[in-house]
């Protein structure tokens, strides 16, 4: 099992920027899918970005495109989120996911099979 701790979330205004960040706990994270995913209040989950194991395939969902961009640094078992532009339409818990074996991982929840706890991110002038 793997231990995901998210960070960086936050009260913001909106056109300013965030990164989250995503530490796994094991060393095979460079092996792993990752995602990031986003529930506001009173909405379901949302697909964010998603990211393979090399960081060559990457995903992002349309709201995210040119605003968003998910990378990662496997030296330091780490996935980020960097969030430009943000708008009022923005606030959620995001959360980190991966996929805890050799696989490929895209944008529906269920192809991951273990979650960070989630950080808030609050967007408000």
């Known amino acids: 099992q793997v231990q995901l701790v998210e960070s960086g979330g936050g009260v913001v205004q909106p056109g300013d920027s965030l990164r989250l960040s995503c530490t796994a706990s094991r060393r095979a994270f460079s092996n792993y899918a990752a995602g990031w995913f986003r529930q506001a209040v009173g909405k379901g989950c949302e697909f964010v970005a998603s990211l393979s194991g090399s960081g060559n395939g990457k995903q992002h969902s349309v709201f995210a495109k040119g605003r968003f961009t998910i990378s990662r640094d496997n030296a330091v078992n780490t996935v980020y989120l960097q969030m430009n532009s943000l708008r009022r339409d923005d606030p959620a818990v995001y959360y980190c996911?991966?996929?805890?074996?050799?696989?490929?991982?895209?944008?529906?929840?269920?192809?991951?099979?273990?979650w960070g706890q989630g950080t808030q991110v609050t967007v408000s002038s």
């Open positions: 996911a991966v996929l805890a074996r050799t696989g490929r991982a895209g944008s529906d929840e269920d192809d991951y099979d273990q």
